[in-house]
């Protein structure tokens, strides 16, 4: 039972370039989010998708792309690296909300940015 | 916008001792959850415990016990009887109950607990 899976856990990117973090969940959930994680801000939400061909921006998106073309997988594209995008990045996701099921989360990625 | 507030960056407690780590928030909404997620060195996040809203039982697992405080707005996570094993940054969370765009959690800041041998 593979729950929420991330690659790669570390990478270390020079500014301008780009790259795609991968997420894959094996649980059949319709609800996928990206997270990023800085000191002292908590998690902040990226962008997320209600299932398949569905995706909508969070509370921090621009620098970020997503696309969700199966259930299982929701690539986040960094489309030009910058030092401000330093940080850990979370793969989350869930069954339908109402029942106040938890998100699972992937074991993040480590991004530097120089 | 729903905001989430942790205002205790680090905690430390003794080992068998008991502590509590605060977290208020703000919404306007009737129906939402909440919950406490833990966050060891490893990276991995780990549900600790939930809360329904419309619950005013507090909910329990094991030694993790809530104060849920509604009209305060308030979710206060207990740990009992603490462990070295609890050591980690814990944060606070909160979802809309009618959320219909995805499973969108807002985190607070998170609290640095040490558990002191």
């Known amino acids: 039972n593979a729950g929420v899976t991330q690659t790669p856990k570390f990478q270390v990117l020079k500014t301008g370039q780009s790259m795609t973090l991968q997420c894959a969940q094996d649980?059949?959930?319709?609800?996928m989010s990206w997270y990023r994680q800085d000191p002292g801000m908590g998690l902040r939400l990226i962008h997320y998708?209600?299932?398949?061909?569905?995706?909508d921006q969070g509370e921090v998106p621009n620098g970020y792309n997503v696309s969700r073309s199966t259930t299982e997988d929701f690539p986040l594209r960094l489309l030009s690296a910058a030092p401000s995008q330093t940080s850990v990045y979370f793969c989350?996701?869930?069954?339908?909300?109402?029942?106040?099921?938890?998100?699972?989360f992937g074991q993040g990625t480590r991004l530097t940015v120089v | 916008a729903q905001t989430v507030t942790q205002s205790q960056p680090e905690m430390s407690v003794q080992e068998a001792e008991t502590v509590t780590l605060s977290c208020t928030y703000d919404?306007?909404?009737?129906?939402?959850?909440l919950f406490w997620y833990k966050q060891p060195p490893s990276r991995q996040m780990i549900l600790v415990i939930r809360?329904?809203?419309?619950?005013?039982q507090n909910a329990t697992e094991n030694r993790f016990s809530v104060n849920f405080q509604k009209a305060a707005k308030s979710f206060s996570l207990k740990i009992s009887d603490s462990q070295l094993g609890d050591a980690a940054m814990y944060f606070c969370?909160?979802?809309?109950?009618?959320?219909?765009?995805?499973?969108?959690?807002?985190f607070g800041e998170g609290t640095q607990l040490t558990v002191n041998p």
């Open positions: 989350a996701s869930s069954t339908r909300p109402y029942s106040g099921t938890e998100a699972f």
């Open positions: 649980m059949n959930h319709e609800y």
């Open positions: 998708s209600v299932g398949a061909g569905i995706t």
């Open positions: 919404t306007s909404e009737s129906d939402y959850y």
């Open positions: 809360q329904e809203a419309y619950k005013q």
């Open positions: 969370a909160y979802r809309r109950g009618r959320e219909t765009s995805g499973s969108r959690l807002t």
